[in-house]
């Protein structure tokens, strides 16, 4: 079994930044990607960033220039820096796990962009 953790969501104006992390623990033998869904009210689930065991990464467009990605192997934890904030930014970030074929997933952290 796998557990998620995601950290550092909150309120911000829109413009700022918000750093999030998500650790990773329990039976991570071989990971073949992490990265970061988010989904706001009434919306659909998106995928955001992403990123590969072989560090390659993907954005959605609209975060392209804006959000970087990246990982730390040796704690197992995948970050999401995200600067200049718009208020459609505003959703619930979700971390997730890619092992052996199964997705694993974390619990969410609430990001609102004030306008």
């Known amino acids: 079994q796998v557990q998620l953790v995601e950290s550092g969501g909150g309120l911000v104006q829109a413009g700022g930044s918000l750093r999030l992390s998500c650790a990773a623990s329990g039976s991570i033998f071989s990971i073949s990607a992490m990265g970061w869904y988010r989904q706001a009210p009434g919306k659909q689930r998106e995928l955001v960033a992403s990123i590969t065991s072989g560090g390659s990464t993907r954005y959605v467009d609209r975060v392209k220039g804006r959000f970087t990605i990246s990982r730390d192997n040796a704690k197992n934890t995948v970050y999401l820096q995200m600067n200049s904030l718009r208020p459609e930014d505003t959703a619930v970030y979700y971390c997730?796990?890619?092992?052996?074929?199964?997705?694993?997933w974390g619990q969410g952290t609430q990001v609102t962009v004030s306008s």
């Open positions: 997730y796990l890619v092992q052996r074929g199964i997705y694993y």
